[in-house]
């Protein structure tokens, strides 16, 4: 098996767990980039089934966003995933979803912030996309790569969430840790004010465990969950931090 089809299959798990979170359904996509090649593989556009999702399902595209294997259709904002993979060596892997509560932050005017000590991967902040449309064009994705710099990941305004990692356990990791975190801040901002996990905090917590350590980790965790998933909606989610 090629390199190319070992992140196929992967990505395809991955699509699968996304939709056992919740977190991916009739909207959102995601990818991987080989690092040697450019080419990209990529999940289907809106209404596939991504509870079911195989690696025959997948699209391969090249950098300009041109099918180059795959008979579903891509997503119309592929122009996210190819303007990130470029933009950034470490962006191997890319997450476009809709989740619930950190898509909350996209809309209300309050600035992500994180809360609890995983929440330290987010330190850097998560800036925002001020433009209300899709990222339908090469240009528009130019413009979010520039927004997005060297952060973990975006908000799009009155849309939703971009998450980016070196591969798809972290990209997984991330984006679960994000809509944790999104999730803890609203609840705990009905009780008071907001205790935050300070920029020296998060830095002194993520001296202590690895990133790649606790990805791994997640990955391997839901991998197991999702193989005895029955794929019917809302029978397989399970918190990061119950």
């Not at 079911?52 to 180059?68: A, C, E, H, K, T």
């Not at 993979?85 to 932050?105: G, I, N, Q």
């Not at 899709?134 to 998450?163: F, M, N, Q, W, Y």
């Not at 980790?217 to 969950?225: E, K, M, N, P, Q």
Request: net charge neutral.
């Amino acid at each position: 098996m090629t390199a190319e089809s070992v992140s196929g299959e992967r990505l395809a798990t991955l699509g699968r767990i996304y939709a056992m979170q919740g977190m991916l359904g009739l909207f959102g996509h995601v990818s991987v980039c080989h690092p040697e090649t450019k080419r990209i593989f990529i999940t289907p556009g809106m209404g596939s089934d991504k509870a079911n999702l195989r690696p025959s399902d997948l699209l391969l595209i090249d950098p300009d966003g041109q099918v180059l294997d795959g008979e579903k259709r891509p997503p119309v904002e592929w122009p996210i995933h190819t303007a990130l993979h470029a933009a950034r060596e470490d962006a191997l892997a890319v997450a476009h979803l809709h989740s619930p509560y950190a898509t909350l932050f996209a809309i209300a005017k309050r600035k992500f912030q994180p809360v609890t000590l995983q929440g330290a991967i987010f330190s850097g902040g998560v800036p925002l996309y001020t433009e209300a449309h899709l990222i339908t064009t090469p240009d528009r994705g130019r413009r979010l790569a520039e927004v997005l710099g060297s952060k973990r990941a975006a908000l799009l305004r009155g849309h939703g969430i971009v998450v980016v990692g070196r591969d798809l356990p972290e990209v997984l990791f991330a984006s679960l840790v994000l809509e944790d975190d999104a999730k803890k801040s609203v609840q705990a901002a009905s009780l008071c004010d907001l205790g935050l996990i300070s920029p020296e905090e998060c830095r002194a917590f993520d001296g202590e465990i690895a990133l790649e350590r606790r990805a791994q980790r997640a990955w391997d965790y839901f991998s197991r969950l999702e193989a005895r998933w029955d794929r019917q909606p809302a029978t397989g989610q399970s918190e990061l931090f119950p």
